[in-house]
């Protein structure tokens, strides 16, 4: 397999992003469910930022009834195909940015070429990115965008996930070597509680190697289509395919780089409760209990 990482580390930044042909998509990076006012803007912002010049492409994926005006929210395509004036949804991007247009629930959207009001990182250049809509539910909406996705590599982000530095390079790295993998776990709040997590995730990954999805897992394009993707099944979707991954007989190469995650749920919920929480739920599904089973006695108990 071509070295695709070290083709770009002799390249600065903007150079590969004014040379690459539209068709050049080395990582496609997929979102699910981002409806959050500003947070696509931010987004973007943070890839442009950790991608070290490879090419890469965004896809959204929202769900069905959710994409557009007349879902009643703020969502991505509103927040993202505002004019030069910056009507849309406020606090997105700072004034005077400008953007391309796109379609009600499918088609290409450009990010803004501005400074996100939300975010640290300038916009230097467009980010190239598809907003499309998808049934509900997390494993479809990530197959939706595996299909839809150009790139060699397929990375898979939660919406409240950063990536850590030369993000794309130490996964294409991995993936020379391997055909999946995922970053290490790190949660963003200083508390000791959060440090023991990490360590207890940190363990599972090694014992299991089956990471989380919110440890944006990566893969292959063709070998994640080979697997056919995510089970559609309501929850576990990421430890499912592992598993059948590492049934299979091929490694699963978890990186020593660490995401950033947000604590929200742990200070939403409990941070006990969800922790005994997932980890039932990983037990009971390890068990044998059906995904859909654990679906409904997730959504009964969620804080």
């Given at each position: 397999m071509t070295n695709i990482s070290a083709k770009y580390k002799t390249l600065q930044k903007d150079e590969v992003h004014s040379a690459m042909p539209d068709d050049d998509v080395v990582v496609s990076v997929i979102v699910p469910v981002l409806h959050e006012n500003g947070v696509a803007a931010a987004l973007g912002a943070h890839l442009l930022h950790?991608?070290?010049?490879?090419?890469?492409?965004l896809i959204i994926v929202c769900a069905e009834n959710y994409c557009g005006e007349n879902s009643g929210k703020p969502d991505t395509?509103?927040?993202n195909t505002k004019t030069e004036s910056g009507a849309g949804c406020s606090g997105s991007f700072a004034s005077g940015a400008v953007c391309a247009g796109g379609r009600q629930g499918h088609g290409d959207v450009e990010?803004?070429?501005g400074k996100p009001q939300t975010a640290n990182a300038v916009l230097t250049s467009s980010v190239r990115s598809i907003v499309i809509s998808a049934p509900k539910g997390r494993a479809r909406q990530m197959n939706a965008g595996a299909a839809a996705a150009k790139g060699a590599y397929l990375l898979f982000l939660h919406a409240d996930t950063r990536l850590p530095q030369q993000a794309f390079?130490?996964?294409a790295e991995a993936l020379e070597r391997v055909k999946a993998g995922a970053f290490g776990l790190s949660i963003e709040d200083d508390g000791l509680y959060f440090r023991f997590v990490e360590r207890i995730a940190d363990v599972r990954n090694r014992l299991t190697r089956t990471p989380y999805g919110d440890q944006a897992q990566f893969f292959r394009t063709d070998f994640f289509h080979a697997l056919n993707g995510y089970a559609d099944i309501p929850?576990?979707?990421?430890v499912d395919i592992m598993r059948r991954i590492r049934r299979g007989g091929h490694a699963v190469e978890i990186l020593k780089n660490r995401v950033a995650t947000s604590a929200r749920r742990w200070h939403k919920e409990g941070r006990l409760y969800c922790s005994v929480r997932n980890v039932c739920l990983r037990t009971l599904y390890a068990l044998g209990v059906s995904p859909h089973s654990l679906s409904r006695w997730y959504r009964a108990h969620r804080g």
């Open positions: 950790v991608s070290c010049g490879i090419p890469f492409e395509l509103s927040c990010f803004c070429a390079t130490f996964m929850i576990m979707e990421d």
